[in-house]
């Protein structure tokens, strides 16, 4: 499939100097779901406002279906919808007149009968001439996307599309995305969660300090994320590895002293139960167990180290 | 051109404005109607006639001015501040309109707002004294270019504010005294010389005198000066306009 979007050494420095984005590449597909994940203050959204046109960038390149985002502006935002991180709404206007406001201003012609559709899919229909003020927090998310998706974009950034919302919500907003992606929508959202990266994304992109570590394929991310260590102390030094192990990925410690027995958690069996009765048949004695999970922050810093040699 | 765009922002601002119909005429008028009874009415008849025309009626044209000038200037700065306030600005930003397309939706629709507030004065006005108006063509053309050219120098203040203080700030400290000194209450011909030229540097003046002689045919300052004037500051207001969206000075991050 063509590329989509495609970003080429960007590069952000506020005003005050800080750099927030630091030389960015990344390109996007069409119909893809891209999570980007990673902590406060990592770029997130800087870079998706940057690409929306709300904020500058310094150097680099955007394009968007073939159409660069500053010089040919109007073909490229009138494809995208974004709904922002905080949300912000005008409070005395009724929901069905900010949708036709949004929509009119994306340059499309009215349609309520496309809007109430959205509403009814958002479960807002009877909302429809409610003023905003009166909705709860999470109707006021929906009416958000409802907005975004009023002019019929094709790639559609969520900027944590479900902080603060309940599981039900969560559920939903996953369900809208697949089913966006299913009529041809790029989707492209920011979360902090690795499980809703691995619930809705078919590719994550992690980012930290400004910098976009990797984008990965969920499955081999999963997998890495997934990876644990059980550190088994001994109560004597073995000279070598018992063969009855062989078939494990274990390896003797540096100390001779212990045994360090690589798994993944997400393989569904860990193998622990025999090792531990293996070890018992073969008379060897241990006085401690200790498992390390590889965190995001293992990945970031491994992926920065990477980087660095 | 989007013109879904263009109508779609003057659609929005018009329907805040229908919102609070009441309390956009009402207080124009109660302060013009105080106005014509203050001056017009009580001190008016005292005062006598400027260049044949009745103290009464000369003040209407000014009167207009002084409301329609602080009307386009609130009315416009207030629709670009808020969005900035409120966070919705961001949509502004990301859609494909161009700075032309916004200033034709915000200063339009701000425009109408105090084109019907000043012609609603000119009613009440008829209400409180008795005057033709001499040419009339001219001086709808006239309050159209006003409106115009102060909702873009609201919409300036209103990118600018970075608070509601400021927001006020401005039209109090700056834009009331050039209207008040701007010859809305008596003839720049009445003052002592140095003032007369201090006048000229006051662009109000060349408003109101303009407007006045639309109505009653006499004026400080001919006509077509009068014109340049507006026009030229309209220009200005569209260039410094054009610069801030070109920078995305206050605007963009
Ligand atoms: N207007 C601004 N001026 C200066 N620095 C800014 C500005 N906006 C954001 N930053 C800085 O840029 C960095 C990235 O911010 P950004 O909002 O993109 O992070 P994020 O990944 O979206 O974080 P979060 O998960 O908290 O939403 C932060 O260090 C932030 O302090
Ligand atoms: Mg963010």
Redesign the pocket.
């Known amino acids: 499939m063509r590329d989509f979007l495609t970003i080429k050494g960007l590069s952000k420095n506020?005003?005050?100097g800080?750099e927030?984005?630091k030389t960015i590449n990344l390109r996007v597909k069409e119909t893809e779901i891209l999570a980007?994940l990673?902590?406060?203050?990592?770029?997130?959204?800087?870079?998706?406002?940057t690409i929306c046109g709300i904020?500058k960038f310094t150097h680099g390149k955007i394009t968007l279906a073939g159409h660069d985002i500053v010089l040919n502006y109007r073909a490229a935002r009138k494809m995208i919808g974004m709904v922002p991180?905080e949300l912000s709404l005008e409070s005395f206007e009724t929901v069905i007149n900010t949708l036709r406001f949004s929509r009119g201003l994306f340059g499309k012609s009215p349609n309520d009968s496309y809007l109430e559709d959205l509403l009814e899919q958002l479960s807002l229909l009877d909302k429809r001439n409610s003023q905003i003020i009166e909705l709860s927090g999470g109707m006021k998310r929906r009416v958000s996307i409802a907005k975004a998706l009023s002019h019929e974009p094709r790639l559609l950034f969520l900027?944590?599309p479900t902080a603060g919302v309940d599981v039900e919500l969560r559920k939903d907003m996953w369900l809208l995305v697949r089913r966006l992606r299913n009529k041809g929508v790029t989707v492209i959202l920011?979360t902090?969660y690795i499980e809703e990266a691995e619930a809705i994304a078919d590719r994550v992109g992690i980012?930290d300090k400004?910098q976009l570590l990797l984008v990965e394929e969920k499955g081999s991310l999963i997998q890495r994320l997934g990876q644990k260590q059980l550190i088994i102390e001994l109560q004597a030094p073995l000279k070598d590895l018992p063969s009855i192990l062989s078939d494990y990925d274990i390896v003797l410690g540096a100390d001779r002293q212990s045994l360090i027995y690589t798994y993944n958690m997400r393989s569904g069996h860990s193998g622990i139960n025999n090792i531990l009765s293996n070890l018992t048949q073969s008379g060897i004695i241990f006085k401690d167990l200790q498992t390390k999970q590889s965190s995001l922050e293992d990945i970031f810093m491994s992926l920065v180290n990477e980087k660095v040699a | 051109m989007n013109y879904y765009g263009i109508k779609a922002i003057y659609k929005f601002e018009m329907t805040r404005f229908f919102r609070t119909l009441f309390q956009s005429f009402v207080s124009p008028v109660i302060a013009t109607s105080l106005y014509f009874v203050v001056f017009g009415a009580a001190i008016g008849s005292r005062i006598q006639e400027i260049d044949n025309v009745s103290y009464g009626a000369f003040i209407v044209p000014g009167l207009i001015m002084l409301t329609v000038i602080t009307q386009s200037i609130s009315n416009s700065s207030f629709g670009i501040f808020f969005p900035k306030f409120v966070g919705t600005i961001y949509e502004l930003l990301s859609a494909p309109v161009s700075f032309f397309e916004i200033v034709l939706g915000y200063v339009g629709a701000a425009a109408t707002k105090s084109l019907f507030i000043g012609l609603v004065i000119l009613s009440t006005s008829m209400l409180f004294v008795d005057f033709k108006i001499l040419y009339p063509g001219m001086m709808i053309l006239f309050l159209i270019l006003t409106c115009l050219s102060f909702a873009l120098l609201g919409f300036i203040l209103g990118i600018w504010a970075k608070n509601f203080e400021q927001l006020q700030l401005v039209p109090l400290l700056i834009v009331t005294p050039m209207v008040f000194l701007g010859g809305s209450f008596y003839s720049i011909s009445m003052l002592s010389s140095f003032w007369q030229t201090v006048s000229l540097f006051n662009p109000v003046v060349y408003l109101i005198s303009g407007f006045r002689w639309c109505f009653f045919g006499v004026a400080d300052v001919s006509i077509a000066t009068s014109l340049c004037a507006v026009s030229g500051f309209m220009i200005l207001c569209l260039a410094i306009i054009a610069w801030i969206f070109k920078s995305g000075w206050q605007l963009r991050?």
């Open positions: 506020y005003a005050n800080f927030a984005l980007l990673g902590p406060n203050g990592a770029g997130k959204t800087t870079l998706i406002s904020s991180q900027d944590e920011t902090h980012i400004g | 991050t």
